[in-house]
């Protein structure tokens, strides 16, 4: 991504900012210029937040040679706010997570652009600290 287009989305990349359709309602993410359920082209910016929660995960072996580094990549289907989207799952090691536990986002290094040495960061989700969901956090 270049300089200038991750500066242009910085804001949707430090918050959760995804679509939502004001044709059926539906809000998801990442963002499109169309509804991705009805096709409707009547859509406007949604801030996504409220409870995260995994529903699946994948763990990638296989990774590009810039985020070797940190391999595997844990890849997880996340409901926020009751919208789901894949993101990727950070600060856990395979074995400690389970399908329905909470999580939290939190904002992550993705790359070092290699001539400017600027960073790029991202949103990617974590294990919830201080409770398990149960509302005694
Ligand atoms: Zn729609």
Known sequence: MS???????????YRLIGTRCRSCGRTFYP???RCIYCGSSDVEQARIDGEARLLSYSIVYSVTDEARYEAPVILGLVEVGGVKLI???????PGELEVGMR???VLRK?????ESG????AVKFRPAMGGDGSGED
């Open 3 to 13: 300089i200038a287009r991750h500066w242009r989305r910085r804001h949707n990349l």
């Open 87 to 93: 993101t990727e799952i950070t600060d856990a090691s």
């Open 118 to 121: 600027l960073i790029y960061y």
């Open 110 to 114: 993705v790359s070092i652009h290699g």
């Open 31 to 33: 963002q499109a210029q």
């Open 103 to 105: 999580l939290e986002p």
